[in-house]
């Protein structure tokens, strides 16, 4: 887990989970929890670990049109 930075971002929380992707644990039901953090600017972890991920499912999954 990264150590607690000093200005407030916003994560983002696993599907079904009280984590977010970069592991920081989320304290507040996701509903109300995106309605607090809405303006604040978005985790740097929490994206490059959706990317990683995203990357990874890229050539498994086909997309159906």
Known sequence: MPPQ???PVR?????LNVFSFCGEPIAVPRGEY???TRDL?????????CDKVALELSGKYRRLM
């Open 5 to 7: 930075s000093g200005s």
């Open 11 to 15: 994560h983002r929380v696993r599907p």
């Open 34 to 36: 995106h309605l607090l």
């Open 41 to 49: 600017p978005p985790c740097p972890e929490c994206q490059r670990a």
